[in-house]
């Protein structure tokens, strides 16, 4: 599913070019609009879909499994800190609307200070485990998280 | 100088006429670039039909006054503000270009279709516009361009994108030079070639330069308020008011993890203009 460029809608501001993870957002030397330069490489990772702050990318569906047109569209709304997608199938007669936070506190006001943190000691330089791991992942509080611990199990087939 | 008509001096070598006549002649040449424009893109085409699939999609009518009110905010807004550019530089340059363009260019047509020129206003007004014309589009040209902000391209290296900003500010440019050197022999005359050339090129490159976009930037931000009001959105997502109970009530999250007020988070990514790349 590669992204493509709504010309109306794009201003050339150049955000997804920044973003794309892969590097085939570019300019157009023509008309100064966004383009995907090489749809087979698009992984569909949607990151320019959220940066693009006037919603003029887009993603098709491939017609072997999308033929009639589906729509799965984002809002990323930085000021509110929330991530909205609309999710319409391809019969039309789904249309799902989600709405989840992506920031609880305002951007830029909590970056980790992790220079400041001790260096790691020789015993932790030799261990398998990562810098500063157990406490991040919550192993010094009373064992790893599981499932079973958290008094949860896996339940069978899709569920939402 | 500044306020003496500079075409009026220019009828002892062009007929009056002549200069109407080529008034009339960009005129078509610009209406016909933009239909060929509009054929070759298939930009109505395809502008029509997105209409149409948003009426389909609607969820709600929208009536006639309710779209008589929105043709005004669009003009309000995104065709004299130029509201659509995020980043402000931008958008002073292009009201700077925007607005020296337009009073240029009906001055022009007013003084050779002989309005009175006497009490100065009309030729101060045409170098005023083109003073911001040039203004405007050096500002673009030199330091906001994508090619050159972000791309490190030389100014002087230029492409077919570069069609209408290029004979825009030569125009501007060399219609201000002729209007001051217009008393020395020979240079006068050189930068009135260059000005006719200029103008020339801008309005008749309309099918390969972005001249157009004046006509269908309008058309595009005003559909793009329809869809908003009529709840289609181009299957865009609804914009949620967190506050809302009936929204905390269907999204549990937020209320979970951001409280029942979310503070304004302010900017993210766009705390940086991008430049990366």
């Given amino acids: 599913m590669p992204t493509f460029v709504y010309m109306t809608r794009c201003d050339g501001c150049g955000h997804c070019v920044d973003i794309c993870p892969s590097d085939i957002m570019h300019i157009d030397k023509t008309v100064r609009r966004a383009y995907n330069i090489e749809p087979n490489m698009c992984w569909e990772c949607y990151s320019c ?67 400041e943190a001790a260096a790691p000691a020789n015993d932790m330089r030799d ?17 790893l998280h599981t499932l079973e611990s958290n008094g949860l199990e896996l339940k069978e087939g899709v569920y939402y | 100088m500044f306020t003496s008509n500079p075409f009026s001096e220019l009828t002892a070598l062009i ?46 009518p929208v009536g006639a006054g309710e779209k008589a009110g929105m043709l005004v905010a669009t003009v309000a807004s995104e065709v004299l503000t130029s509201s ?22 009906i001055t022009t047509a007013l003084m050779i ?52 900003i290029v004979s825009l500010l030569t125009m501007a440019t060399f219609a201000l030079l002729w209007s001051f050197t217009r008393d ?7 930068f009135f070639v260059l000005f006719i050339i200029s103008s020339t090129t801008l309005f008749s490159t309309v099918l390969w330069s972005k001249f157009a976009h004046m006509f269908f930037k309008p058309a595009a931000a005003f559909q793009k308020r329809v869809i908003k009001a009529d709840e289609s959105r181009e299957n865009l997502p609804p914009d949620y008011d967190l506050t809302d109970p009936a929204v905390q009530a269907k999204f549990p999250d937020i209320p979970e993890y ?3 007020n979310p503070p304004n988070m302010g900017l993210g990514i766009k705390r940086e203009l991008p430049h990366h790349y």
């Fill in chain 1, 49 to 115: 879909v959220k940066a693009c702050p006037m919603h003029a990318i887009d993603v098709r569906g491939y017609a072997d499994f999308a033929p009639l047109g589906h729509s799965v569209r984002v809002h990323r709304d930085e000021e509110k800190g929330t991530i909205a997608w609309r999710i319409k199938f391809r019969n039309g007669k789904k249309d799902m609307e989600l709405l989840a936070p992506i920031t609880t506190k305002p951007w830029g006001t909590c970056i980790p200070k992790l220079s």
């Fill in chain 2, 113 to 164: 279709f002989g309005a009175d020129t006497a009490s100065g206003t009309l030729p101060a007004l045409w170098h005023i516009g083109a003073l911001m014309l040039a203004v405007g589009g050096y500002w673009f040209w030199f330091f906001i361009r994508v090619d050159v902000s972000a791309e490190g391209k030389k100014w002087y290296e230029l492409c077919r994108a570069d069609i209408f």
């Fill in chain 1, 127 to 143: 261990s398998e485990l990562l810098f500063n791991e157990p406490k991040y992942v919550r192993m010094d509080d009373g064992g």
């Fill in chain 2, 184 to 190: 020395v022999a020979g240079w006068g005359m050189l």
């Fill in chain 2, 84 to 105: 659509e550019f995020c980043y402000v530089p931008r958008r002073i340059s292009h009201l700077l270009t925007m607005y020296g363009f337009v009073i240029f260019v």
């Fill in chain 2, 258 to 260: 951001m409280g029942k």
């Fill in chain 2, 15 to 60: 007929s009056p006429e002549i200069m109407q006549g080529y008034i009339i002649l960009m005129a078509i040449l610009v209406f016909l670039g933009t239909v060929l424009d509009m054929v070759h893109k298939k930009s109505a085409k395809y502008f029509f039909e997105n209409s149409k699939k948003a009426q389909e999609a609607a969820k709600r």
